[in-house]
């Protein structure tokens, strides 16, 4: 099963694909950017995806939602798996840190680890890389009082001296990640699910409007998990909403209220239905 995912080997979607994957035998496909990971699946070129979706911290991955909505048409969510993060300050030699003159990560790193940024290297610049385990290759390379937040597994990798441990603002850090594979796979049965849906632009937009779509789900007592707007590029005020729900698209509650908010929104797009707790690749056959 060839697996694409954001690398190169150190980030924690490496770390989640070693623990999501179990002992699944996996050909790991590394990419420089979430949407190559998403687009291998799409053209063929991976028989699955793994791509974070949603932090505790910092919340959505937009890259992720805006490559599923505009960029597919051919990759559905097949699974789901929920993985601690947590985050290191690394340097090449030891380094105090008033001395620290760059602090470089993926931003969505930098956006978990802000509070300690903030307080604790706050004459640092805050510099992007592509992944984690880029920042901290990076920084294993240069004599520059450099720092990266990273794993610690990548510390490991590439050589560099852990600084801090634990740096993000929450102990609980945790982020989804999310399952990808070709239109057509079928998700293994059992247990709770979880269906994944977009839709955009209710037809008469008029106050109560959304409410009203979102009633579909209310009074058949689907329980929307969440729900998030971005916009749907075609001009200041439009928006798409990315839902999620307890429950499997087979369940009848939960199919007739998608069929309700088709009666009332331009476009409805499944993007999956699948169970939330997967032991392995989802799909992979027994």
Partial sequence: MRVAYLGPEGTFTAEALKAAAGSDPVVTMPTETIFD?????????ADRALVPIENSIEGSVRATLDALAFE????????????????????????????IEVVLSHP??????ARFVRERIAGAEVRSAPST??????VSE????????????AGELYGCE????????????VTR????????????????WRTTFVFAELGDDHPGALVEALHEFSTRSVNL????????????????????LDGALTDEPVAAALDGLRGKAESVRLLGSYPVEVEGIPGTPA
């Avoid at 399952?179 to 247990?191: S, Y």
């Fill in 72 to 99: 597919t048409e051919r990759t559905v969510v097949v699974g789901e798996h929920d993985h601690p993060i947590h985050h290191q300050l690394l340097s090449r030699t030891h380094l105090a840190l008033e001395d």
């Fill in 142 to 153: 240069t004599d520059a009082p450099w720092a990266a937040l990273g794993s610690s597994a």
């Fill in 177 to 192: 990640f999310i399952w990808l594979a070709p239109a057509g796979t079928e998700a293994p049965g059992g247990g709770r």
């Fill in 108 to 113: 969505q790193a930098s956006a978990q680890c």
């Fill in 225 to 244: 998990t969440r729900i998030e707007s971005r916009p749907l590029r075609q001009g200041l005020g439009r928006y798409m909403f990315f839902c999620d």
């Fill in 162 to 173: 852990t600084l801090v441990s634990g740096v993000e603002d929450e102990p609980d850090n």
């Fill in 37 to 45: 990971a998403i687009l291998a699946v799409e053209n063929g070129g």
């Fill in 133 to 138: 385990a880029e920042a901290v290759r990076t």
